[in-house]
């Protein structure tokens, strides 16, 4: 089986910058990828890495080292609309499934 | 990416009754996939929908419990049987949107409560 770990929640202020660890171990490699996903709503796609390194959009950045199975997404200048889930997710082969973590709650404050 | 709709977005149901969710792509995909988010949890990978096919299921999940269909490039149906109240969850259909990333794209879901 595939095994994604990633902490359950995490707290910080607006404006400031986050970091949410993902470590894997799976059968396989075929990209990582980082959704968001708001309260009662589908989640939608921030990034994805398949090379190690640093991948940067925006606000957002993704880093990825294959050899330590880890990655990380790097949320900065914190909104209150960034409030949300962030699920990590590992596809492990060409046939495009994913095996997702259980999700990292992040709550902005004021 | 196509745009995802599904239908109901949400329903109460009793135990032992069925419920078939419908998933329509406003243009043709390859593949659709469907998945389960249980209250509280992450998605979990139910099967792969197969056009013209008999659709490829995921360890834990069985074709008598969750019948799908694919009966064309844009449609598919996955159907909840024989209710319990640990079926509530919401039911999420995607599909692969190409290019360099390939990343899967969700429609909005079916909130499913069982009672």
């Known amino acids: 089986g595939q095994n994604i770990d990633q902490p359950t929640e995490m707290t910080a202020t607006e404006g400031a910058i986050v970091q949410i660890n993902c470590t894997y171990q799976?059968?396989?490699?075929?990209?990582l990828f980082w959704y968001q996903q708001h309260a009662g709503e589908a989640p939608t796609f921030l990034s994805y890495n398949v090379l190690d390194g640093l991948e940067e959009k925006g606000r957002f950045s993704s880093f990825l080292s294959r050899s330590k199975g880890y990655s990380y997404l790097l949320l900065k200048e914190l909104q209150m609309k960034d409030s949300a889930s962030y699920l990590c997710a590992v596809r492990v082969s060409n046939d495009y499934k994913l095996s997702f973590g259980a999700g990292t709650t992040v709550t902005v404050r004021a | 990416s196509a745009v995802i709709s599904q239908k109901p977005s949400r329903d109460i149901c009793q135990r032992g009754t069925s419920l078939t969710i419908q998933c329509q792509v406003d243009s043709q995909v390859t593949m659709m996939f469907w998945y389960r988010q249980q209250p509280g949890q992450s998605l979990t990978l139910i099967a792969t929908a197969n056009q013209g096919s008999e659709a490829t299921y995921e360890s834990g999940f069985v074709i008598d419990k969750f019948p799908i269909s694919r009966p064309n490039l844009t449609f598919s149906t996955l159907t909840v049987s024989n209710m319990s109240p640990e079926d509530s969850s919401i039911y999420l259909c995607?599909?692969?949107?190409?290019?360099?990333?390939?990343?899967?794209?969700f429609g909005p879901g079916t909130r499913l409560t069982v009672l």
């Open positions: 799976t059968s396989g490699f075929n990209g």
């Open positions: 995607s599909h692969p949107v190409g290019g360099r990333s390939n990343e899967q794209f």
